[in-house]
């Protein structure tokens, strides 16, 4: 059974710091590159970033670029966003997902599997 567990979201001021984290079974973390959307209230899902399997190669959206950082620890199959720097416009539920393939990708159809989502709130 896929499982992907999201923490590490909170209410947090503008200009302060989150790190969320996204566990995921062995199985499902095994060879994929891994990515984070995040969805505003009545805004379509978008991409933020995104990491190969082997870390070597990552990809921002320009509006976070220079801000957040993707990471992985295959060792523990759980991939990180470190977001700093914050603002309001970053208030979303983030969802981490497991890609199709080992490269990096910024569309959802690459993803196969998605987690619960986990609420991120920057006030100002």
């Known amino acids: 059974q896929v499982q992907l567990v999201e923490s590490g979201g909170g209410l947090v001021q503008t200009g302060g710091s989150l790190r969320l984290s996204c566990a995921a079974s062995a199985r499902t973390f095994s060879n994929s590159a891994m990515g984070w959307f995040r969805q505003a209230p009545g805004k379509e899902r978008e991409f933020v970033a995104t990491i190969s399997f082997s870390g070597s190669t990552t990809y921002y959206a320009d509006s976070v670029k220079g801000r957040f950082t993707i990471s992985r620890d295959n060792a523990k199959n759980t991939v990180y966003l470190q977001m700093n720097s914050l603002k309001p416009e970053d208030t979303a539920v983030y969802y981490c997902?497991?890609?199709?393939?080992?490269?990096?990708?910024?569309?959802?159809?690459?993803?196969?599997?998605w987690g619960q989502g986990t609420q991120v709130t920057v006030s100002s």
């Open positions: 997902a497991v890609g199709l393939l080992a490269g990096t990708s910024t569309k959802e159809r690459m993803y196969a599997y």
